[in-house]
């Protein structure tokens, strides 16, 4: 087995919240010279960048298909894929559940960019990737299942948005693949009490600016960077394992 560093929660552009210059190329160059191997691209209710990401990545680094779900509960969670169509799928039924944004809504969050490998804006996400979807927790996790992905708790440590803050609780049977930390200095992660559910505890930095983007991670023993693999680790199998950086 190798160790690997990943950090699995990078928003792009195309997040109403994330800054203009988280371009894909901008990411992958910030991610490599963070000595990471492996990132997922996780915009608000979209996979609209992920494609432009692993293209711009090419063979440097594993750039994997992401999405960060809002239930209808507000709960945020993760949805990794094993490849971008299988992240655009599950994405596109999240999107159809969206309203349409209004002049308003863009004067409040700015542009939700779609971009090429290159940077350059392709065009703008017409949806309000900025609220909640109509899934329910338990439906949520059962798309990203049905997408053949693994489903993460975000940043189950934060006060808003967590299934913790959501719930007031972590629901043991919900069926996540893994718990996810927000990891930051003078911010307690907690990642010991969450290991007592017996899932993989991944540290993430939820970065929206480039400046952030490996500010916390994850360390991988597995074979190779690759979603597989990950799948793998998550379960601990055949001596795989994940822990926080
Ligand atoms: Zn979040
Ligand atoms: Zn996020």
């Given at each position: 087995?190798?160790?690997?560093?990943?950090?699995?929660?990078?928003?792009?552009?195309?997040?109403?919240?994330?800054?203009?210059?988280?371009?894909?190329?901008?990411?992958?160059?910030?991610?490599?010279?963070?000595?990471?191997?492996?990132?997922?691209?996780?915009?608000?209710?979209?996979?609209?960048?992920?494609?432009?990401?692993?293209?711009?990545?090419?063979?440097?680094?594993?750039a994997?298909?992401?999405?960060?779900?809002?239930?209808a509960?507000?709960?945020?969670?993760?949805?990794?894929?094993?490849?971008?169509?299988?992240a655009?799928?599950?994405?596109a039924?999240?999107?159809?559940?969206?309203?349409?944004?209004?002049?308003?809504?863009?004067?409040?969050?700015?542009?939700?960019?779609?971009?090429?490998?290159?940077?350059?804006?392709l065009?703008?996400?017409?949806?309000?990737?900025?609220?909640?979807?109509?899934?329910?927790?338990?439906?949520?996790?059962?798309?990203?299942?049905?997408?053949?992905?693994?489903?993460?708790?975000?940043?189950?440590?934060?006060?808003?948005?967590?299934?913790?803050?959501?719930?007031?609780?972590?629901?043991?049977?919900?069926?996540?693949?893994?718990?996810?930390?927000?990891?930051?200095?003078?911010?307690?992660?907690?990642?010991?009490?969450?290991?007592?559910?017996?899932l993989?505890?991944?540290?993430?930095?939820?970065?929206?600016?480039?400046?952030?983007?490996?500010?916390?991670?994850?360390?991988?023993?597995m074979?190779?960077?690759t979603?597989?693999?990950?799948?793998?680790?998550m379960?601990?199998?055949?001596?795989?394992a994940?822990?926080?950086?």
């Amino acid at each position: 087995m190798k160790q690997f560093l990943a950090d699995l929660h990078i928003h792009t552009a195309l997040s109403p919240c994330a800054a203009e210059d988280m371009t894909p190329p901008a990411i992958v160059q910030a991610a490599l010279d963070s000595g990471l191997a492996m990132i997922a691209i996780c915009d608000h209710n979209s996979a609209g960048n992920t494609a432009a990401t692993q293209a711009a990545a090419g063979d440097r680094l594993c750039a994997l298909a992401g999405m960060e779900l809002t239930t209808a509960e507000e709960v945020h969670v993760l949805g990794l894929f094993p490849d971008a169509a299988r992240a655009s799928a599950a994405a596109a039924e999240v999107v159809a559940t969206l309203p349409q944004a209004d002049a308003a809504y863009y004067e409040r969050f700015g542009p939700q960019q779609l971009m090429g490998a290159d940077g350059r804006v392709l065009g703008f996400e017409r949806r309000m990737l900025a609220v909640a979807s109509t899934f329910e927790l338990s439906a949520a996790i059962a798309l990203i299942h049905r997408h053949d992905g693994v489903a993460v708790a975000a940043h189950v440590n934060r006060p808003s948005f967590s299934v913790v803050s959501q719930l007031g609780m972590f629901p043991p049977d919900a069926g996540f693949d893994a718990i996810e930390v927000f990891s930051a200095p003078g911010f307690p992660s907690r990642a010991a009490e969450f290991a007592g559910h017996g899932l993989a505890v991944l540290s993430s930095s939820d970065s929206h600016f480039l400046g952030d983007v490996g500010s916390a991670c994850s360390v991988f023993e597995m074979r190779a960077p690759t979603f597989e693999e990950l799948r793998l680790a998550m379960r601990g199998a055949d001596g795989r394992a994940v822990r926080c950086a």
